[in-house]
Nanobody, 123 residues
Framework: VQLQASGGGLVQEGDSLRLSCSAS????????MGWFRQAPGKDREFVAAISWTGTSTEYATSVKDRFIISRDNAKKTVYLQMNSLKPDDTAVYYC?????????????????WGQGTQVTVSS
């Protein structure tokens, strides 16, 4: 599975961005999907995840009520709508696919990773 993340950019605090993750796979519906991020000098951390059907989602506490993860299996794409962005959201954002099917918060449940897209939020 090859994953291509896009939609990052430089925005101001309070702005919104929508990230997209396109997958080159026959059936995206056979994968649980997640978004992770890594800020400079920090470990990669979980952001959001969605189950293969889209009916179950998980969010990191720091982004809950601001970010929304969704998926369109027909388009083989997963989205991360990011609202009310803060400077602390600045990071490289990675999408990931895992055979676990569930909305997992654990990096070890994902074995396919995209190349990342940079999000920079200025104050």
């Amino acid at each position: 599975v090859q994953l291509q993340a896009s939609g990052g950019g430089l925005v101001q605090e309070g702005d919104s961005l929508r990230l997209s993750c396109s997958a080159s796979v026959l059936m995206l519906s056979t994968y649980g999907m997640g978004w992770f991020r890594q800020a400079p000098g920090k470990d990669r951390e979980f952001v959001a995840a969605i189950s293969w059907t889209g009916t179950s989602t998980e969010y990191a506490t720091s982004v809950k009520d601001r970010f929304i993860i969704s998926r369109d299996n027909a388009k083989k794409t997963v989205y991360l709508q990011m609202n009310s962005l803060k400077p602390d959201d600045t990071a490289v954002y990675y999408c990931a696919a895992g055979r676990a099917l569930v909305a997992s918060t654990m990096m070890n449940d994902y074995d396919n990773w995209g190349q990342g897209t940079q999000v920079t939020v200025s104050s």
